[in-house]
Nanobody, 127 residues
Framework: QVQLAESGGGLVQAGGSLRLSCAAS????????MGWFRQCPGKEREFVAA????????AYLDSVKGRFTISRDNAKNTVYLQMNSLKPEDTAVYYC????????????????????WGPGTQVTVSS
């Protein structure tokens, strides 16, 4: 089992940047594919980005490609989401998630692929 805790959210102006971090408990962090999702009020939680267990493969929601970068540091049990050129439509609660049944070089994009979730961190982008 793994416990996740996000940090780094906040209020930023459009065009600005934020870096989200997700710290994981336990000694088997490298056994999990990791992902970031986001949810706006009244909307379903949507996939944003994923990174493979190895860190060598990544996947992104089309609308964030070229602006967001997901990475992981297995030595620090942490996954990051660097968000640049933020837009008001990026406003949401961002969740970190861990998937146990993912291959070393595979990325998981579906909400149902993930077994563990953090409590979320609010990101607000003002226009």
């Amino acid at each position: 089992q793994v416990q996740l805790a996000e940090s780094g959210g906040g209020l930023v102006q459009a065009g600005g940047s934020l870096r989200l971090s997700c710290a994981a408990s336990g000694r088997t962090f490298s056994s999990y594919g990791m992902g970031w999702f986001r949810q706006c009020p009244g909307k379903e939680r949507e996939f944003v980005a994923a990174v493979s267990r190895s860190g060598g493969s990544t996947a992104y929601l089309d609308s964030v490609k070229g602006r967001f970068t997901i990475s992981r540091d297995n030595a620090k049990n942490t996954v990051y989401l660097q968000m640049n050129s933020l837009k008001p439509e990026d406003t949401a609660v961002y969740y970190c998630a861990a998937a146990s049944l993912v291959g070393l070089w595979s990325t998981a994009r579906k909400r149902g692929d993930y077994d563990y979730w953090g409590p979320g961190t609010q990101v607000t982008v003002s226009s």
